[in-house]
């Protein structure tokens, strides 16, 4: 009995267990259909990522590991970009701001693109957040007398698995609903 219990305090000094990896972001264990009447959207939110509401004009932010994607919502007054030359020059009118908000930005890409049957702009780049590089993919949607933003940004290490895992699924299931009033 007495070596019973030597054998088992012996083996409980030998192996060590590793704290989490909290800087990973997580696999996204399914998705779960939330929605933001406010700022007059719904879409699917990774079920094991944090999610924390915002205050205006920052919708809510979701987070796991180093990744984020942040939601905001920015009330226009005036017309808002629709039409095709519309969009690319409010796309030439943003890559210009980024450049002067952000002198280490470095583009990788700017397209107008489709997000839920509305035309949008979305630029892909490394940008300097809190003193860290970071990848970013920012789509901006002209909708409900608004500006729409999604900001979704990784380590550049970890940005590609994120993006596919993560940001696009979430951008898919993006669907603009009416606000009340």
């Not at 990973?24 to 719904?42: E, I, V």
Request: charged share 20%; aromatic share 6%; net charge positive.
């Amino acid at each position: 009995m007495v070596l019973c219990a030597c054998v088992v305090v012996a083996g409980c000094g030998d192996s060590r267990t590793r704290p989490p990896d909290l800087s990973t972001p997580a696999t996204p264990d399914g998705f779960m259909h939330t929605a933001y009447p406010s700022a007059g959207l719904r879409l699917n939110a990774p079920r094991d990522w944090r999610a924390i509401a915002g205050t205006a004009p920052e919708v809510v932010v979701l987070q796991s590991g180093l990744a984020t994607v942040a939601v905001w919502r920015y009330p226009r007054d005036g017309a808002l970009p629709h039409t095709k030359v519309a969009l690319k020059a409010a796309l030439h009118s943003l890559l210009g701001l980024v450049g002067t908000t952000d002198p280490t930005f470095r583009r990788e890409g700017a397209a107008v693109v489709d997000v839920d049957h509305h035309g949008a702009i979305q630029i892909r780049g490394l940008e300097t957040v809190d003193g860290l590089r970071r990848e970013v993919r920012s789509t901006h949607l002209f909708v409900n007398r608004s500006e729409v933003v999604i900001d979704a940004f990784a380590p550049p290490s970890m940005f590609t698995r994120v993006d596919t895992q993560v940001f696009h699924p979430l951008l898919r299931s993006l669907r603009i609903v009416r606000i009340a009033g």
